[in-house]
């Protein structure tokens, strides 16, 4: 029977395997929890964000016929939940550019324009005092927008219709836009929000919150 000789070098060998396997076991134990963290810190600025604006959205679905699941998905979506440049230096919850007619205040942004050369250059966005202005802007803008008119023939509850109307008139040139809508809505069970009632109805009646 052949026998195992040990030597220094052999001694090195296996130690160098066995730190190797080490390292490779606690960097897989390490994935998991890194991206459950990711997961739940996501999540919470999700949530936070839905908590913030869901009352805001309903207000002016009342006010202006667009669905609050639509307003409050695409809040989601353009401003990354309330974390993107646009959102926390212009208040820009919808990435809705300045247009020709724009009269307000202005912030200057990276994002799909080029010019002549081929090259990307900054892009004009609206920029408001706080988040409310951008909501409000938000609802008139799709209001009074001549190519958007027909999705406020759909029911407020046909967000699906609207995913795909948005998409249709031009509000985004992502082609899978309405599907990430459509995707926020169903996962975050934003249609509550479609048949909650009319706040304006209890400011009228003077009704006030039970202590």
């Known amino acids: 029977m052949p026998i195992f000789k040990s030597n220094n070098n052999q001694k090195h060998t296996i130690l160098v395997m066995m730190k190797s396997i080490k390292i490779i076991i606690c960097v897989a134990c390490l994935i998991p929890l890194t991206s459950f963290t990711w997961y ?3 999540e919470r600025l999700v949530r936070d964000y839905i908590n913030t604006y869901a009352e805001l959205a309903v207000i002016e679905m009342y006010r202006s016929g667009v ?23 212009a208040n820009n919850h919808f ?17 799909d ?49 609207w995913a795909y109307g948005l998409k249709e008139c031009g509000y985004a040139t992502d082609i899978n836009y309405s599907k990430k809508l459509i995707s926020k809505i169903e996962k975050y069970n934003l249609t ?15 009704d006030s919150p039970k202590k």
Not at 79 to 86: H, T
Not at 128 to 140: G, I, K, M, Q, T
Not at 194 to 199: E, G, I, K, Q, T
Request: with cysteine; proline share 3%.
């Open 40 to 42: 739940n810190a996501t």
């Open 67 to 89: 669905p609050a699941s639509i307003t409050l998905a695409q809040g989601l979506h353009e401003s990354n939940y309330g974390q993107s440049d646009l959102a926390t230096r």
């Open 95 to 111: 990435g809705i550019k300045c247009k020709s007619y724009w009269k307000g205040q202005k912030y200057y942004h990276e994002d």
């Open 113 to 161: 324009d080029f010019n002549t050369k081929g090259e990307l250059i900054e892009s004009c966005f609206r920029a408001y005092n706080n988040p409310v202005e951008s909501y409000v802007d938000h609802s008139n803008f799709l209001m009074y927008s001549s190519h958007y008119g027909k999705l406020f023939y759909l029911d407020k509850t046909d967000f699906k219709g």
């Open 192 to 206: 509550q929000y479609d048949h909650s009632d009319n706040p304006y109805r209890a400011v009228i009646k003077g």
